[in-house]
């Protein structure tokens, strides 16, 4: 999951050293994954931070939850994502590229053994 977060510095101070902290989490608030760092902000930061959804996570509604911490000073935002079943490759599209696939083998093969019986011929 990849979240564009993008960090105002509205005080005096520049930089500024903030705490950013940012997850992903269920429904109930339970975290499914979690990074932090520190970051120097001078006046407006735009980053892109990604997080990993685990393998074995429930299909369903998730929460990227962000967290920025400075000094006695706190700002959230979060934005709503769904995990969903992966999409799988239809049938036909598998059919059509064996065809395709076997097609070229078999166009290669001839190709190579005509040029062998004619570097065969030659030489006789």
């Known amino acids: 999951m990849k979240a564009n977060i993008t960090i105002l510095n509205l005080g005096e101070i520049r930089p500024a050293d903030i705490i950013l902290e940012y997850?992903?989490?269920?429904?109930?608030?339970?975290?499914?994954?979690?990074?932090?760092e520190t970051l120097a902000v001078e006046i407006k930061t735009s980053i892109i931070?990604?997080?990993?959804?685990?393998?074995?996570?429930k299909i369903g509604d998730y929460i990227f939850y962000v967290?920025?911490?400075y000094d006695k000073h706190i700002a959230t935002s979060s934005d709503l994502f769904e995990v969903v079943l992966p999409e799988e490759v239809p049938v036909i599209r598998?059919?059509?590229i064996?065809?395709?696939?076997?097609?070229?083998g078999i166009i290669t093969i001839l190709i190579i053994s005509q040029n062998f019986l004619k570097k065969k011929m030659i030489k006789r």
């Open 98 to 104: 064996l065809i395709i696939t076997i097609g070229i």
């Open 49 to 57: 931070r990604e997080l990993k959804v685990p393998e074995d996570t």
């Open 94 to 96: 598998v059919i059509y």
């Open 23 to 36: 997850s992903i989490k269920d429904m109930d608030g339970n975290i499914i994954n979690y990074k932090h």
């Open 67 to 69: 967290k920025l911490t």
